[in-house]
């Protein structure tokens, strides 16, 4: 569904090089995790994928379904059915969930032909997605994020996702700033939306989310590249042994590629 | 050097046109000739003075305007202006006469008086005689004056004690398109007796791109515990001239509270002035400014705490695209002894264009030391961040941009009332930025 090819990037101010080369492959029906120390570059490549434009690519490619989606605006992206859940949500004082989202939800359908929604028609629809996250109907009619906590951001984000239906996700450190109690019904709502036509690609600092949603594909990263992969058993061992013994790893492929 | 040399021909060409007036009155004639007496020892202002150094008043000094009465015009349908709360609530004006044609006030209790100023006054109304020209205290102000000089028809209302009005009333000044720049004159005075209860509507209304130039004083007066509700709507004519001046004195436990959304108008300058005559009351002056092109909004305020216990509140909230140019100077007196004051004051400008100009200026002048006074001006374009995150969601660059100027202007709305004018307002926010953004994308 999702093929990165080589994919180097740097930021458009002042061309520091943050990926240096990335490969990565999604599948229909596939949970990826990424996961990586501070810097890494992980978030960087959600955002690109997402169509930043603070980031330049300078070499690779990124195919969504076989094509390269490098010169698609980020909303030509998310009419394809990409999907970015954000580390840190942007408040928007003013525009309430509902809003956004009918005027969202309309353009994708309208873009990948499926019926438009009339407002009485998208309350139904929304309503039912609210329980995914264990959202009150009163969310709909606040202002996005305004005066959000950070778990109820973060399920803002979920839920987003649950009304949008995209066929990749990614989700940046969508886990970090939960309490337990909270981190459970945002893992519930990802669990519960991933199935065999999406993929979900998770981008965590922490193996804990992990507990819970169980990851096909684990991929560790480091200086800009993904230095390992393996199944959801390298996840456990990150956790037990951090990221040091694959530091080595990582300037090898540097200094063989200088 | 004085400026009265340089626009010597314009005062004497427009004040030798104050012939065809209406109102007999001496009431009306007495204070033409007190604002005619004013004018000749005042000087129009110019970039010299403090007070207009942001603009430039040339395309108002450039041009001959004959008077308003002299236009001649056949007249569209204009029942797409009237709102349809007030439908018999409703004094019509066009080109400052008044069209008791257009007007009906059937829906007002029978104990309120509404109608014009120059009839009222032809009849003997006690009341006009009383309280005309009383509220209007800009000193040494030669348009208010000058507006005084040319007194003629005008919208007068009286709320007598207890009464609740609860239809809005509109008062609509219509501007027709004419071949010559015209100059026209309104005036407005409110009173609000006491515990009474008033929502007044506003409304300036260019039917075509013609140049004129427009010059309303309104004046309101609330007795204690009224509560004036005050929408003014300010959609002239893209090549007008607007210079308004409202005054507001208000007493014990009343409150008034002012919006004032600046649509139209080549130049248009604002002036409220919020006096607190006892103690405990309070106003809001909030303010919407949507402008682009070579628009020049201008906004002067005054609010003038004289006694202890007031709150007073202002948003003043801008939109410029294009070469637009907002300013801002908003004064804020605490007069010694005047404790216990809680002032809000904020500027907020949205500038969609690299060309776009603001100038921000609040100035406090706190004679008190029991005084909470907050004050500030930011100047900012979109957030990019929140633009990417709405593009994320799917929606295109322009609905992004739309979206989010629209909920930056809609905090001055949602405080409106009036649900047809609200929708108004909502509809030129949506056309301000299919407009404008389309145009100029910023980067």
């Known amino acids: 569904m999702l093929e990165i090819k080589n994919l180097h990037v740097v930021v458009e101010e002042d061309g520091t090089e943050i990926l240096k080369g990335v490969n990565l492959k999604i599948n229909e029906g596939e949970i990826h995790a990424i996961m990586g120390p501070n810097g890494s570059g992980k978030s960087t490549l959600a955002k690109v994928v997402a169509g930043h434009d603070a980031y330049e690519v300078t070499e690779g490619d990124i195919l969504f379904e076989g094509e390269s989606i490098l010169e698609m605006d980020p909303d030509e992206r998310a009419h394809l059915g990409l999907f970015l859940a954000f580390q840190y949500p942007v408040e928007v004082p003013g525009v309430t969930n509902k809003t956004l989202l009918r005027e969202a939800y309309n353009t994708i359908a309208e873009k990948r032909g499926r019926e438009e929604l009339d407002p009485l028609e998208f309350e139904d629809y929304v309503n039912d997605r609210l329980d995914i996250v264990e959202m009150k109907p009163e969310f709909l009619d606040r202002s996005i994020n305004a005066g959000f906590s950070g778990g109820e951001k973060k399920r803002n984000e979920i839920f987003q996702m649950a009304v949008l239906d995209p066929k990749i996700s990614f989700l940046d450190e969508t886990d970090s700033g939960l309490d337990i109690d909270a981190l459970k019904v945002v893992a519930k709502g990802i669990n519960y939306l991933a199935d065999e036509d999406n993929a979900v690609c998770l981008v965590t600092h922490y193996q804990r989310i992990l507990d819970y949603i169980v990851p096909d594909h684990v991929h560790v990263m480091l200086d800009g590249k993904i230095v390992k992969s393996g199944d959801k058993d390298l996840a456990v061992k990150l956790e037990d042994e951090g990221y040091d013994w694959l530091t080595d790893l990582a300037s090898v492929s540097v200094n063989g590629e200088q | 050097m004085s400026n009265k040399s340089t626009h010597d021909t314009f005062l004497s060409d427009l004040l030798a046109r104050e012939t065809s007036l209406n109102g007999t009155s001496t009431t009306i004639k007495k204070l033409r000739q007190k604002g005619f007496e004013d004018v000749q020892k005042l000087s129009f202002p110019g970039r010299k ?358 909920a930056f202007a809609l905090e001055t709305i949602e405080n409106i009332t009036v649900d047809s004018v609200q929708k108004l307002l909502v509809d030129e926010v949506h056309n301000y930025t299919s407009r404008t953004l389309d145009k100029q994308p910023v980067s």
């Open chain 2, 49 to 406: 003075d403090e007070d207009w150094r942001f603009i430039n008043l040339r395309d108002l000094y450039s041009d001959s305007f004959i008077p308003a009465s002299q236009v001649e015009y056949t007249l569209p349908d204009i029942s797409e202006y009237f709102i349809s709360e007030s439908k018999q609530a409703r004094l019509v004006f066009i080109n400052g006469q008044f069209s008791a044609e257009h007007s009906a006030t059937d829906a007002l209790p029978e104990e309120i008086t509404i109608g014009n100023i120059a009839d009222l006054a032809d009849d003997g109304n006690g009341l006009v005689e009383k309280h005309l020209n009383e509220y209007g205290d800009f000193e040494d102000d030669i348009f208010s004056s000058f507006n005084t000089a040319m007194l003629q028809d005008g919208a007068f209302i009286h709320v007598p004690e207890g009464i609740k009005v609860e239809t809005p009333v509109q008062i609509l000044f219509v501007q027709t398109d004419a071949y010559e720049p015209y100059f026209t004159t309104s005036r407005c005075l409110v009173l609000a007796e006491k515990d009474s209860e008033l929502t007044l509507v506003e409304d300036h209304v260019g039917l075509g791109n013609n140049k004129y130039f427009s010059l309303p004083v309104v004046e309101i007066n609330l007795e204690q515990k009224a509560y004036v509700k005050h929408t003014k709507i300010q959609r002239e004519s893209k090549e007008a001239i607007h210079i308004a001046r409202t005054a507001a004195h208000v007493k014990q436990h009343a409150n008034y509270e002012s919006y004032t959304i600046t649509l139209g108008a080549k130049l248009s300058r604002n002036e409220p002035r919020i006096t607190q005559l006892e103690e405990e009351v309070e106003f809001t002056v909030d303010g919407l400014v949507l402008i682009d092109g070579d628009q020049v909004s201008d906004t002067h305020s005054v609010m003038d705490h004289r006694f202890s216990f007031c709150e007073s509140h202002q948003l003043h909230k801008c939109v410029i695209n294009g070469n637009a140019h907002s300013v801002f100077n908003g004064k804020i007196f605490v007069r010694k002894d005047a404790q216990r004051i809680d002032s809000f004051q904020e500027n907020r400008n949205l500038l969609l264009s690299r060309k776009g100009l603001v100038n921000t200026k609040p100035q406090l002048e706190i004679f008190a030391d029991d005084v909470v006074c907050t004050h500030g001006a930011t100047i900012g374009q979109l957030e990019e961040d929140e633009v990417f995150y709405l593009k994320s969601r799917g929606l295109n660059d322009h609905q992004a941009r739309e979206l989010l100027t629209y």
